[in-house]
């Protein structure tokens, strides 16, 4: 089956590749393989020397990649443009700390010496998704790389040229061509690669359904994961807050990425006095939100990924308004097969409704009211999942006393929830496990070895 890179705005096909067999994926997979007896000997100095030609390869280039993201999955090109930059700059800072944070950890015991030492583990796959599918694979492969790792990645498939556009760039900068390859390959392969040997942990960004079962294949082989999944991140909005703020921001994080975006801001949990201004001042910036030509720069937000998800999505919002759901702004498809949806604001959200359980991975924004900052913390947490959440409020330490509650992987109060390479990225429950980016990033694919060494045994005595 071929691997089609389609533009969700003009609805044609850009270029199709043939998927690779099992006979190349496996002949990849033992070239890579080698380069796990070479790759760790090299110097940090000399990764971090590859890592940086790589972050001013991703700036020169940022135009191109930018267009490519346009084209193949309908991000705007202004964010594209910022997506590869922050790219550059993860390869950055991976290249000045990843040396110290791998270097050994004294730890006191009763040895005359003893340490933890960070080893890499070897081949790593990441499986990585299409809403960010520059910044998806950075944020594992600069880590794991400098680790000294060597990587193996199976992209989403309506992405395939900025997979190869990204493995170009790291063979441009002058690592190793087996370190790190774009498979072709549809998802019947990935068991098959998870199932041998010579792959020692596999890291995925995408759905709950496609971390469980990642998971359970690669648990039945003893081997390490890390899962960023879904997310319904809370945006909790206090009647003490600066609503207007609030509204800006809560409209330009649902908005992410066109709406698909992990850690988009999803449900707007507010309290009843300030609820009619904060759905009032929303709908306003929303409909201030020019939609276009993922092309054009004055865009600022283009059409989903591809039309069966704006499908799926407008099945989710009108299942919920049939249970209960009152629209506040009407948005949606123009008709159905087609990939733009414009926004759409849901209230009197409810348990029951598919609003109220499911992740709406696209620009609808869900409002429900709180009737206190404990209730708001109650709702916040009725939800499977916990990757990210954000409080707004004039006073900072109940923010921070709010945000202790949470139950996710971060929690920023009155700012823009976001991921950045100086905090660890992931969450809990059906978020998945694991972290990315920070120290905690780089240590999930090495192995953290104790080394306990005692004083010599004193020389045998001479014997005449």
């Not at 594209?80 to 290249?95: D, F, I, S, T």
């Not at 109220?356 to 206190?372: I, Q, T, W």
């Amino acid at each position: 089956m071929p691997i089609e890179s389609y533009n969700p705005h003009t609805g044609r096909v850009l270029r199709r590749f043939k998927s690779f067999s099992w006979a190349k994926t496996e002949r990849i997979l033992g070239q890579v393989h080698r380069e796990v007896a070479t790759w760790p000997a090299t110097s940090f100095a000399h990764r971090a020397g590859i890592m940086r030609r790589a972050a001013s390869l991703l700036r020169e280039r940022q135009d191109e990649l930018a267009r490519l993201m346009a084209l193949e999955m309908g991000k705007p090109v202004t964010d594209g443009r910022a997506e590869v930059l922050k790219c550059a700059a993860c390869c950055e800072y991976y290249a000045t700390h990843a040396e110290g944070f791998l270097a050994d950890e004294v730890v006191k015991t009763d040895a005359s010496r003893s340490f933890i030492s960070y080893q890499p583990l070897g081949v790593v796959l990441a499986v990585m998704p299409w809403n960010f599918p520059l910044w998806q694979v950075v944020r594992f492969a600069a880590p794991a790389l400098m680790a000294g790792n060597v990587g193996l990645l199976k992209h989403a498939s309506n992405v395939p040229q900025c997979a190869l556009a990204l493995e170009k760039i790291f063979h441009d900068a002058g690592l190793p061509a087996t370190c790190f390859r774009t498979l072709l390959i549809g998802s019947d392969l990935v068991e098959k690669l998870l199932t041998d040997d010579r792959v020692r942990a596999v890291t995925l960004t995408g759905s709950e359904g496609a971390g469980a079962s990642v998971a359970a294949i690669a648990g039945a082989q003893i081997k390490k994961t890390v899962l960023e999944l879904g997310g319904s991140d809370a945006f909790i909005v206090l009647a003490d807050a600066n609503v207007a703020l609030a509204a800006k921001t809560a409209a330009q994080s649902r908005m992410l990425n066109s709406g698909q975006s992990c850690i988009a801001a999803k449900r707007f949990i507010v309290e009843k006095p300030v609820i009619k201004e904060f759905i009032n001042q929303l709908k306003t910036h929303l409909l201030a939100m020019r939609p276009g030509d993922p092309l054009d720069d004055a865009t600022q937000y283009g059409p989903m990924a591809r039309p069966d998800l704006a499908d799926e999505l407008t099945q989710q919002v009108e299942d919920s308004v049939a249970a209960g759901a009152k629209v506040e702004l009407f948005g949606g498809q123009a008709k159905p097969g087609t990939a733009l949806f414009r926004p759409v604001i849901l209230s009197n959200i409810k348990p029951g409704q598919r609003a109220y359980a499911e992740e709406l991975f696209g620009p609808v924004a869900l409002v429900l009211e709180a009737k206190n900052a404990a209730d708001a913390v109650r709702l916040a947490n009725d939800s499977r999942f916990g990757l990210g959440a954000g409080v707004w409020t004039s006073d900072p330490k109940k923010g921070e006393a709010m945000a202790r509650q949470i139950e996710s992987g971060a929690v920023f109060v009155n700012g823009l929830v976001k991921s950045m390479p100086e905090l660890p990225f992931g969450g809990v429950k059906k978020s998945g496990y694991g972290r990315e980016l920070s120290y905690l990033g780089i240590r999930e694919f090495v192995n953290q070895k104790s080394i306990w060494i005692g004083e010599g045994a004193a020389p045998a005595a001479k014997t005449e």
